[in-house]
């Protein structure tokens, strides 16, 4: 059925539970290309924003929580049984998108709400970003479909470049020559570069 729709979630999502294996409790409190995010906070926003696109993918609100933006993700907020429901989350994420129907008509996720096709896109783009982010901050390999990469490029260049507060940062240059994937974390205002500062307590082994 994924080939009927616009974007597959299935390999991202996949990706992503891969990643999920090689955080270890101890890189918790490490730092993320995220701000002042750490691992924790980052992993509290992908619990939210799984189940946020999910319900908008299926036309539903949660009538539990207020309308609004949801809450600035937190280390305190993310459930202690991240490790099993996270990936339950990010399934039924995949499972939601892959219906014709979620990308019909309109959708609405964090307050805002716009043509179920943007929406999708906004839902990917978020989970490319976060996986690169999380696959950084954890010292991991992460590397995104070429084809989904240029559905993404084109619709971040739709955007301004000085970003969209609560979904992409201002937008940092990129060499025409950069893959594709580094375009376009450029173009969601991430420096590709980025890596966690070095812990001053470790030491330095001597050069080669």
């Known amino acids: 059925m994924a080939d009927r729709v616009p974007l597959d979630f299935d390999p991202p999502v996949h990706q992503l539970r ?8 101890d890189e918790l409190i490490a730092p993320t290309p995220c701000g002042d995010w750490t691992v924790a906070a980052l992993l509290d ?5 799984a189940y946020a696109f999910t319900l908008a993918a299926r036309k539903r609100t949660d009538t539990t929580v207020a309308d609004g933006p949801p809450p600035q993700p937190s280390a305190e907020h993310l459930s202690r049984h ?3 429901r996270l990936p339950v989350l990010l399934e039924d994420l995949a499972t939601a998108w ?3 129907a979620a990308w019909t008509g309109t959708a609405t996720a964090g307050g805002a709400t716009m043509p179920a096709t943007a929406m999708g896109t906004v839902a990917m783009n978020e989970l490319i970003m976060h ?17 989904t ?8 260049s739709q955007g301004p470049s000085e970003g969209v507060p609560g979904m992409f940062g201002p937008a940092i240059p990129a060499d025409p020559e950069d893959e594709l994937l580094e375009q376009a974390l450029a173009r969601a205002g991430r420096n590709a570069r980025w890596r966690p500062p070095r ?3 470790l030491p330095v082994a001597p050069a080669a």
């Open 18 to 25: 891969a990643l999920l294996l090689g955080v270890d409790d």
């Open 45 to 49: 926003h992908l619990m939210g924003l």
């Open 82 to 84: 991240w490790r099993s």
């Open 98 to 100: 892959k219906d014709p």
């Open 131 to 147: 996986s690169w982010d999380l696959a950084r901050a954890t010292g991991q390999d992460y590397a995104a479909d070429p084809r």
């Open 149 to 156: 990469l240029e559905v993404l490029l084109e619709f971040l």
């Open 199 to 201: 812990n001053p307590e």
